[in-house]
């Protein structure tokens, strides 16, 4: 595990970015309409890029903190809860779902730090990375939720899509997955508690 560059190194500032992308997110979601509909998405696109690339960097620089550690899975909860949560009220996603995603998320955290508290290492399912694409892809659809013209093909046709459609088969995806992938962590954290 290497500290190069001390805690304010590269990734855990991208980190810290996405967690301050947070209030931002929610603001833009007190209001209605494709304007701050679109600008809710782009904020959440590009907060959910950093999550990629700020692993990237870890990984390529070796640089590894006990804080980004920590702050990385934080942010991603902050990050996709806050939008979540901020869409119950505009009817784009059912507060039950939405309850199971984050009973989902504490439960699991709860699992991993029992875990880790006794020295275990559970490794991590494909299962949960899939869920995490589904759940970003599906509320950027969510925050888009308006009809937008999408251009296509040489002859540039526009072709007009239900972005709250798109959104809600991927979100319908990404909760199979969250409940899943949720079932899948407790069973291994059983077997492996049992022996």
Known sequence: MSHAGGLLNPPNVLTLGRMAAVPLLVILLLFDGPTASLWAA???????????????????????TVLG???????DKLLVMAALIM???MGRVPAWAVFVILAREISITGL????????IVIAASPLGKYKTIFQVVAIIGLLLHYDYFWFFGVEWNLLQVNMHNVGTFFFAVALVLTIWSGLDYLLKFFKVIAK
Not at 112 to 119: L, T, V
């Open 69 to 75: 550690k920590f702050l990385d899975p934080l942010a």
């Open 87 to 89: 869409m119950i009220p």
């Open 42 to 64: 782009i904020v959440f696109a590009l907060a959910s890029l950093t999550d990629w690339l700020d692993g990237y960097l870890a990984r390529k620089w070796d640089i590894v």
């Open 112 to 119: 991993r730090s029992i875990a880790s508290a006794e020295g």
